[in-house]
């Protein structure tokens, strides 16, 4: 047992090993990191959506900006999209579950806002059509996503694609490169 719990912890290891060696990750982070930077000062708002556990990622990520992470200091408006439960179940009853987070974000975002979408295949129907209506909309998009990219891939106007096929290995990576992002926008504006 020991051993497998062993092998499990190494392939986390290994992959966020596999993600300092791929340098154009870092490259795109510091991209994400000034435009989250620039959204937040110009008073726009930050957006993160996911299914399973990225939703638990993107409420987690949602309230490191809106609550606090390491500084106490004042919100910034961030909210994960799926959080209204009165909402999601009445569109997904009465249009389709693929539209929760497009039909959202028609009522909610504007020009310079960021929609942060988290999907280890990339191809999520409910994500990809956010992406596309955000498109729309004149929303930033950055896609967290697995190796490939998948649909996302097209989509996102910076994509963040963890190199691995394996759903708990990119979802742990989502977390750490989440984290680094809501750090280094928290510094960036309060210092």
Do not use: W
């Amino acid at each position: 047992m020991q051993t497998k719990i062993n092998s499990i912890i190494n392939a986390s290891i290994q992959v966020k090993q596999d993600i300092i060696e791929k340098g154009e990750l870092a490259v795109t982070l510091e991209k994400v990191i000034a435009v989250i930077t620039h959204a937040f000062q110009n008073g726009n708002s930050v957006y993160f959506a996911g299914n399973g556990g990225s939703a638990a990622d993107a409420q987690h990520l949602a309230a490191e900006f809106s609550g606090r992470f390491y500084k106490d200091r004042k919100a910034l408006p961030s909210e994960a999209l799926h959080c209204n439960t009165s909402y999601l179940t009445a569109v997904a009853n009465d249009y389709s579950y693929d539209v929760i987070y497009s039909r959202l974000l028609e009522g909610l975002a504007k020009p310079g806002d960021v929609l942060v979408g988290l999907s280890t295949s990339g191809n999520s129907g409910n994500i990809v059509k956010a992406f596309e209506k955000s498109k729309e909309l004149k929303v930033v998009t950055v896609g967290f996503t697995g190796a490939k990219g998948g649909k996302m891939k097209e989509l996102s106007d910076y994509l963040i694609n963890v190199p691995s096929t394996d759903t708990p290995r990119i979802q742990e990576s989502h977390i750490l490169l989440g984290h680094i992002i809501c750090e280094l926008v928290e510094k960036n504006i309060f210092g």
